[in-house]
């Protein structure tokens, strides 16, 4: 017979027990809180200065604002700590790849993973889908400042030319994910070209270059083309100008390793690097200025293997990046910008023979919103006794050697405005008409690190809106006391005065 155990027996085991486990459960969260506390901890150390994600991170929080308490104190300590926590890059790369490998999927909305490797740039998005696509009168609006810049260029005898580089969802489609669904009906581009063509406006047409093509010319983990896809660019763009471009199959061919932008995003600590074929360039030109890393903003080369000494400026954003090294080693002096709103001026440009725009695809709607810095173009117009159906509002303000005028048109059928003139009074009382940009207020939903800049004047709505650049020196402030808008409309031949403008008028 078992000896029965009395409660005053067991007692002592199942006190141990339970201490037993509390010290388990002790040291478990005190060992949750230390790995916790390891990205606050190390930051002084091992703390993150950079990303790759196309945005600027948060600065150091101030207890001070303007000489008063941040009452943001707390939110902006929250975000610095979220973009600067030790180790940072490598949690995010970590959880980047478990859900790429287990769920198809990308850990941030900046990037689309495709299938067999392939990652695109989520900016393009709004292209592939055709969502949010740019209004008629916003294209026609691109196609008139690229007609006025054409015009400016071409008066002073220097070649124009308009090359936009391709998407890359819209070229390779196939490896999209099965959930992003590739819309219906043309594309931004597609609506722009017949309206390049009846402009008379000069472009190399990328997109056919490029479906012509069997090969794969963008990489699989990067938003851009790749150096053969370059040098097809190359190519096209120096036929359409009527140059003689370098003969890349007769230069020194070698291999080298590429890391996507698109893969550095999503796998900042380490990313995957890519096989690519490039041609040899670096001895057939030279950088002449301070600048001589393709990232940056505005460099300067020259060559003197060019044999007829002609000049090339070239406002690109980051698919001229390998650009530069064939363009450079084509001109005696070449010129590539990517600052944003483009400089035309004379200053800027009175060397160069040739003018070469290029610009990606999912940035057309540029074109329409912010004009390039040039002197608006005389005109001689014949007004019209008629009264306009609408109104203007009108801003008159200074920028740097400029009188900019801008404004929007109200009440007015815009399918059949063709042309927006300014007329101002000089000082010596005389008048002169000038034409104006047209400007949309429509914006690129994405922005990245190119220095896109966006309209946001605050008298622009709509696709309605015009700007005038005027030399100030000419004008002079006379142009504050008296400044008129006129319509031309499609079918008209006189112009309709819908705007008087007076000093303290501005609207």
């Excluded at 060992?31 to 790759?52: G, Q, R």
């Excluded at 180790?87 to 990037?111: G, W, Y």
């Excluded at 000082?427 to 400007?439: I, P």
Aim: charged residues 25%; negative net charge; proline residues 4%.
């Amino acid at each position: 017979m078992r000896k029965a155990v009395s409660p005053e027996d067991s007692a002592p085991v199942h006190v141990e027990h339970r201490e037993n486990n509390r010290g388990i459960y002790v040291a478990f969260v005190v060992a949750v809180l230390a790995v916790l506390l390891i990205p606050l901890v190390c930051m002084p150390f091992a703390h993150e200065s950079t990303t790759t994600e196309k945005r600027e991170l948060a600065p150091v929080p101030q207890p001070m604002v303007d000489g008063k308490p941040n009452l943001s104190l707390l939110s902006d300590a929250g975000d610095y700590f979220s973009d600067h926590f030790a180790f940072r890059n490598v949690m995010v790369d970590a959880n980047a790849t478990i859900r790429q490998k287990l769920f198809l999927t990308s850990a941030t909305q900046n990037v689309v993973v495709g299938t067999d490797g392939w990652l695109y740039y989520a900016g393009t998005l709004n292209d592939y889908q055709r969502r949010n696509r740019m209004s008629d009168q916003a294209l026609r609006n691109a196609c008139t400042n690229l007609a006025l810049m054409q015009e400016y260029f071409e008066s002073q005898g220097k070649a124009f030319l308009l090359a936009m580089a391709p998407n890359k969802n819209g070229l390779y489609p196939e490896h999209m994910p099965y959930y992003e669904v590739q819309g219906e009906g043309e594309s931004n581009f597609d609506r722009l070209v017949p309206l390049l063509r009846e402009a008379g406006i000069h472009y190399v047409d990328l997109h056919a270059a490029f479906r012509s093509k069997d090969e794969v010319l963008y990489f699989k983990r990067d938003s851009h083309w790749n150096d053969r896809g370059a040098m097809l660019a190359y190519d096209e763009i120096m036929s359409a100008l009527g140059r003689e471009a370098v003969d890349s199959s007769a230069l020194e061919q070698g291999n080298t390793k590429h890391i996507g932008d698109v893969d550095s995003m999503l796998h900042p600590a380490f990313p995957e690097p890519e096989e690519q074929r490039i041609v040899n360039l670096n001895d057939a030109y030279r950088f002449a200025g301070e600048s001589t890393d393709v990232e940056d903003s505005y460099l300067i080369t020259s060559s003197d293997s060019a044999v007829d000494g002609t000049s090339l400026i070239m406002y690109r954003d980051s698919f001229g990046n390998n650009l530069i090294a064939p363009f450079a080693a084509s001109y005696a002096q070449a010129v590539f910008t990517k600052l944003v709103p483009y400089d035309m001026s004379a200053r800027m440009c009175a060397f160069a023979h040739d003018v070469v725009v290029e610009r990606t695809e999912r940035h057309l709607a540029y074109f329409s919103t912010n004009p390039p810095y040039i002197l608006a173009p005389e005109r001689s117009v014949r007004e019209s006794d008629a009264a306009a159906s609408g109104t203007a509002s009108m801003r008159v303000a200074e920028n740097g050697p400029y009188m900019v005028v801008e404004g929007s048109l109200e009440g007015l059928d815009l399918d059949k405005v063709a042309h927006v003139y300014v007329r101002v009074s000089k000082e010596d009382g005389s008048e002169k008409t000038y034409e104006a940009f047209r400007v949309s207020a429509t914006k690129d939903e994405e922005s990245d690190s190119e220095g896109d800049a966006q309209n946001d004047s605050d008298v622009i709505a709509g696709d309605g809106g015009y700007r005038c650049y005027l030399d100030k020196e000419e004008v002079g402030a006379k142009v504050l006391e008296s400044a008129e808008v006129m319509v031309q409309t499609q079918n008209g031949v006189q112009c309709i005065n819908v705007l008087h403008h007076s000093a303290g008028q501005s609207k």
